[in-house]
């Protein structure tokens, strides 16, 4: 069965400074995604980024890049030049690509970007 | 193009009553997925419609119900609501409904509290 693990259940990081979010899954699809999203108190989850198991390269998207280590089933988000207004719920999830479609998430980490 | 939009976004019931849930996805896409939000159990998948047919369905008991209409909108019920059904209720809308990469666009959610 799918698993997502996100092992930091809290982070603070200095305004412009970069953070790295872990998350490591388990599967045994050879086919997946891997997504991150992002959830303001607000509690809408706002899609950040994808990587696909067999893209050779990680995945960016503006401030946001992805460190996929598909060997240590690991895929990383880090955050460039952290902003206040990043502070919030960050979720890794993963969707294999046979069988059932649903999103596994992870438990979560909480960010605070310190001024 | 406008994003996922839920309705209502705040509900408080008592136990015992039903609850109905609307969901209209982002224009275009045609699957939709429904997930609950806990602080205790996390995000888990409740069930995906796509072309107004289940697709997939979580490990929920068969109060937890929805459909989908010709319009791609959906709807979601739960009947005999119980005090641990006080959750926040997301809807995801994608384009389709196959392979890993699709990805799930999320609503601001409908946040459930039973009395």
């Known amino acids: 069965a799918q698993k997502i693990t996100q092992t930091q259940p809290g982070m603070f990081v200095q305004e412009k400074e970069a953070v790295t979010l872990d998350c490591t899954y388990d599967?045994?699809?050879?086919?997946?995604?891997l997504f991150w999203y992002k959830q303001p108190s607000s509690g809408e989850m706002i899609f950040l980024i994808y990587q696909g198991s067999y893209d050779q390269q990680n995945a960016t998207e503006g401030r946001y890049s992805l460190n996929f280590q598909k060997a240590r089933k690991s895929a990383n988000l880090v955050i460039s030049a952290s902003q206040l207004g990043d502070s919030a719920m960050y979720f890794c999830?993963?969707?294999?690509?046979?069988?059932?479609?649903?999103?596994?998430f992870g438990s979560g980490t909480r960010l605070q970007v310190q001024p | 193009k406008a994003g996922v939009t839920q309705t209502p976004r705040y509900l408080i019931k008592t136990r015992g009553q039903q609850v109905t849930l609307s969901c209209s996805p982002i224009s275009g896409h045609r699957s939709v997925s429904w997930y609950q939000q806990t602080p205790g159990q996390g995000l888990q998948f409740l069930f995906e419609?796509?072309?107004?047919?289940?697709?997939n369905k979580g490990n929920f008991p068969g109060r937890f119900s929805g459909r989908q209409f010709s319009n791609s909108r959906s709807e979601m019920n739960v009947s005999t609501l119980e005090l641990g059904d006080s959750a926040l209720y997301l809807c995801?809308?994608?384009?389709?409904?196959?392979?890993?990469?699709?990805?799930?666009?999320f609503g601001p959610g409908t946040r459930l509290t039973v009395l």
């Open positions: 999830a993963m969707r294999e690509n046979t069988g059932r479609r649903a999103l596994t």
């Open positions: 995801a809308s994608s384009l389709v409904s196959q392979g890993a990469q699709d990805t799930q666009y």
């Open positions: 599967t045994s699809d050879p086919s997946y995604g």
């Open positions: 419609y796509f072309s107004e047919t289940q697709r």
